[in-house]
């Protein structure tokens, strides 16, 4: 199950990035998951929510955005949604010198902190 090495290595950016905001917790966590990326939403769901066990991000809300898989024709242009299982040659003129466009995402897109300070003190205040 892959998707538990997705979630810690999720878990352990944003439990970096909020030591450095000097957040103590997380209240929600955005991922936008392309629908070719190989990723099974519940299972990451599951993982996730283990993961964050014991970290800042325990009891964090995952949050995920499907991005459709989307395809385009170099010689044509024509630009299409491939579907599951993906259709990589073109509707259009049948080619096969394609490039996918979207639908291999796995990226953070937002954290929201529960309780990050305002103010962060500058390199003189420590």
């Given at each position: 199950m892959h998707e538990m090495s997705l979630a810690l290595a999720v878990v352990d950016q944003i439990d970096g990035a909020a030591r450095f905001e000097r957040a103590t917790s997380v209240r929600s966590v955005r991922l936008q998951v392309g629908e070719l990326a190989?990723?099974?939403?519940d299972a990451l769901a599951f993982s996730f929510e283990l993961a964050c066990?014991?970290?800042v991000l325990e009891g964090a809300e995952l949050i995920t955005e499907q991005v459709a898989g989307r395809a385009r024709c170099r010689p044509c242009t024509r630009?299409?949604?491939t579907?599951?299982?993906p259709q990589l040659t073109c509707p259009?003129?049948?080619g096969a010198d394609t490039e996918l466009l979207s639908g291999r995402e796995l990226q953070i897109v937002s954290v929201s902190w529960h309780d990050a300070p305002q103010h962060r003190p500058t390199h003189q205040e420590r």
């Open positions: 190989g990723v099974v939403p066990t014991g970290t630009t299409w949604a579907g599951m299982p259009g003129c049948g």
